[in-house]
């Protein structure tokens, strides 16, 4: 059964950092495709960041040059690395990811989702 655990959500000022973390298993992580996406309250879910097993990213430009998405497949993890937070970063945090291993920023695709973390930042 593929599950997906997201963490290292926090409250945080303007201008700090935060690293979620999401953690796979069960399926083999040799050709993958994770995303992050987020929902603000009142407002629909809206795609962050993606990568796949060959190391390519992708970025909404909402988040570019202050994020990055990185992968340990050793540890079967997927990282974003927050940088300069805004109020606006404010969400629910989800990761997920697809069977077929083509990264793709519309969340419509992706067939397995953790279970979110909450990211709040303070102005």
């Known amino acids: 059964e593929v599950q997906l655990q997201a963490s290292g959500g926090g409250l945080v000022q303007a201008g700090g950092s935060l690293r979620l973390s999401c953690a796979a298993s069960?399926?083999?992580?040799?050709?993958?495709?994770i995303a992050w996406f987020r929902q603000a309250p009142g407002k629909g879910r809206e795609g962050v960041s993606c990568i796949d097993s060959d190391g390519s990213t992708y970025y909404e430009d909402a988040v570019k040059g202050r994020f990055i998405i990185s992968s340990d497949n050793t540890k079967k993890t997927v990282y974003l690395q927050m940088n300069s937070l805004k109020p606006e970063d404010t969400a629910v945090y989800y990761c997920a990811t697809k069977e077929d291993g083509l990264p793709s920023p519309a969340q419509s695709v992706y067939d397995y989702w953790g279970q979110g973390t909450q990211v709040t930042v303070s102005s």
């Open positions: 069960g399926f083999t992580f040799r050709n993958y495709a």
